[in-house]
Nanobody, 123 residues
């Protein structure tokens, strides 16, 4: 069982930066692949980035590639999402998620979810 808690969201101007954190409980955190999703009002939940258990393999959606960076610190049971050059279209609720095996683009394949943190980017 893994419990995930996101933090770090907020209001930022376009071009600014935020770093989201996702703290996990449970001693098996280091064995899970992690993903970050986001969901804007009226839109489907979107997979934006994922990493394998060690952080050696990552994926970025085109919408965030070159601006966002995922990283993890297994000693601290935490995964991070550094978001730079933020745009108004990045406004959404951001969720971290964990699953056994490799990261997946499909939210239905994740076993554990955080409660989400709101990111609002003003123009």
């Amino acid at each position: 069982q893994v419990q995930l808690v996101e933090s770090g969201g907020g209001l930022v101007q376009a071009g600014g930066s935020l770093r989201l954190s996702c703290a996990a409980s449970g001693r098996t955190f280091g064995s899970y692949a992690m993903g970050w999703f986001r969901q804007a009002p009226g839109k489907e939940r979107e997979f934006i980035t994922g990493t394998n258990w060690s952080g050696s393999a990552t994926y970025y959606a085109d919408s965030v590639k070159g601006r966002f960076t995922i990283s993890r610190d297994n000693a601290k049971n935490t995964v991070y999402l550094q978001m730079n050059s933020l745009k108004p279209e990045d406004t959404a609720v951001y969720y971290c998620a964990a699953r056994d095996g490799y990261y997946s683009h499909y939210h239905s394949q994740y076993n554990y979810w955080g409660q989400g943190t709101q990111v609002t980017v003003s123009s």
